[in-house]
């Protein structure tokens, strides 16, 4: 069967790549921390606890997949950007310009939270915590150190998993969203009472600017323990999601395997 040429949508430009990153973080911070700091256990009659703010994260996740998803693929976040590196599932050329994307989008809903909660008379952005990570005294269950570490590299890892898994082509692309999702709703459900939950750099670095000492000084946890759960993840999934023997890689987001390619009259791609 001849191979007929297949007609493919123009590359979107990087700059409006990073703006969809920039905004997709930011919405996950101001929709997530803004549920923990603005509703959760507060006095207003029908404040969210744990389930709430858990729920929120995950709803930010998922409402931005389908918003943006398409145009940068959806990562909002340092440590997702990375393990897809790892994974063979995204350019490391284009990896520092996703993580400063992350950062200014993380940055600015922490301006924004820490505005409107200026808006309560005598209201203490740094004796609230401001949702800030943390571990042993600052820890909302006293978790210590390791436990915190542990808990944001394993959580880390499988949800790149998800991510990676549900992504793939030959995963049931519709559902993407909502299992990567309900995945981020699921990790926070158990890791809010260790650590307040990061599994995301850019998060834990805008609320850490805003209250300063001991979350500044707390902060690399939760850059080195996303990360590292990370990097482990993208090589896992190297293996795990391979199309074939000899490409022991998933190949980018909405790559298809060499040997569908042939089947489906698609052109090749051997540059990989």
Not at 197 to 224: I, Y
Not at 231 to 246: C, D, K, M, V
């Amino acid at each position: 069967m001849a191979i007929q040429p297949v007609s493919r949508p123009r590359p979107i430009a990087a700059a409006r790549r990073l703006a969809a990153e920039a905004f997709g973080t930011f919405w996950l911070v101001l929709g997530g921390c803004g549920a923990a700091v603005l509703a959760a256990g507060t006095a207003v009659p029908g404040s969210i606890g744990l389930l709430g703010v858990s729920l929120a994260f995950g709803l930010t996740v998922f409402t931005m997949a389908f918003a943006v998803g398409f145009i940068s693929g959806g990562h909002f976040n340092p440590a997702v950007s990375i393990g897809l590196t790892v994974a063979g599932r995204f350019s490391a050329r284009d990896l520092p310009g996703y993580i400063v994307a992350q950062l200014v989008g993380a940055i600015l809903a922490a301006a924004i939270l820490a505005t409107l909660t200026g808006g309560v008379p005598g209201f203490d952005l740094v004796a609230s915590g401001f949702a800030a990570n943390g571990y042993g005294a600052h820890s909302p269950g006293g978790y210590s150190m390791a436990a915190a570490f542990t808990a944001e590299a394993v959580l880390t890892a499988g949800f790149l998993i998800v991510i990676i898994g549900a992504t793939d082509e030959r995963s049931p692309a519709p559902f993407a969203p909502l299992a990567i999702g309900l995945a981020l709703t699921l990790i926070h459900l158990v890791s809010i009472p260790i650590d307040n939950t990061s599994v995301n750099p850019a998060r834990s670095t805008g609320q850490a600017l805003f209250v300063g000492g001991w979350a500044l000084s707390q902060l690399w946890l939760f850059w080195l323990a996303p990360i590292a759960g990370a990097a482990a993840a993208g090589l896992i999934g190297r293996w795990l999601f391979a199309h074939n023997e000899t490409d022991q890689s998933p190949g980018p987001i909405g790559d298809t395997p060499v040997e569908l390619m042939v089947e489906s009259g698609q052109p090749q791609d051997n540059s990989r």
